[in-house]
T-cell receptor, first 113, second 116 residues
Framework: AQTVTQSQPEMSVQEAETVTLSCTYD???????LFWYKQPPSRQMILVIR??????QNATENRFSVNFQKAAKSFSLKISDSQLGDAAMYFC??????????FGTGTRLQVTL | SAVISQKPSRDICQRGTSLTIQCQVD?????MFWYRQQPGQSLTLIAT?????????ESGFVIDKFPISRPNLTFSTLTVSNMSPEDSSIYLC?????????????FGSGTRLTVV
């Protein structure tokens, strides 16, 4: 993706509840991937979930799922049954044929008891 | 999936000096990417390093300031030259990883650089 936008600087969710993080993107390419990465305070970048643009089915990974709306260029992340360990910065990112990742500005997720 | 060893994990450096960051990958990869993450910010791509050719730099980054070496398919270094406090950031290397449950990008653990 050429540009990636995350409009939520911070979000908060109670433990065991569900939260959705928003992401929109813009690209002129037809073949691309979208990702959500998690960065805890350890600063390690951890891949949460990926979506291939040509796949209509939304990706899921255990408690994490995406809502991929290709026409709207929207790629939101839903975290179900939130856990304390989910607290981190979450970055939306996209890539195309050039294999370069473009990141959004990030959303800081707090998980409260 | 690929495993990347990045060193050093952190350093405090005097202004005007240089620091070289190393990334070693446990498998051969075509491209390696270097990112900068300024305090509280997102990741910005500095350059793409291919083995056997000069790195390709993104707008706003120049070779004199961030020279990169890529001597083989498993190793790369990024040097931050003539440092100033504005260079204080986290620097991360990354590889395109087709073994990551099919496809993704794997990152090193990052180098936290503080310039005083």
């Amino acid at each position: 993706a050429q540009t990636v936008t995350q409009s939520q600087p911070e979000m908060s969710v109670q433990e065991a509840e569900t939260v959705t993080l928003s992401c929109t993107y813009d690209t002129s390419e037809s073949d691309y991937y979208l990702f959500w990465y998690k960065q805890p305070p350890s600063r390690q970048m951890i891949l949460v979930i990926r979506q291939e643009a040509y796949k209509q089915q939304n990706a899921t990974e255990n408690r994490f799922s995406v809502n991929f709306q290709k026409a709207a260029k929207s790629f939101s992340l839903k975290i179900s049954d939130s856990q304390l360990g989910d607290a981190a910065m979450y970055f939306c990112a996209g890539t195309g044929t050039a294999s370069k990742l473009t990141f959004g500005t990030g959303t800081r997720l707090q998980v409260t008891l | 999936s690929a495993v990347i060893s990045q060193k050093p994990s952190r350093d405090i450096c005097q202004r005007g000096t240089s620091l070289t960051i190393q990334c070693q990958v446990d498998s051969q990869v075509t491209m390696m990417f270097w990112y900068r993450q300024q305090p509280g910010q997102s990741l910005t791509l500095i350059a793409t390093a291919n083995q056997g050719s000069e790195a390709t730099y993104e707008s706003g980054f120049v070779i004199d300031k961030f020279p990169i070496s890529r001597p083989n398919l498993t190793f790369s270094t990024l040097t931050v030259s003539n440092m100033s406090p504005e260079d204080s950031s986290i620097y991360l290397c990354s590889v395109e990883d087709r073994g990551l449950a099919n496809y993704g990008y794997t990152f090193g653990s990052g180098t936290r650089l503080t310039v005083v």
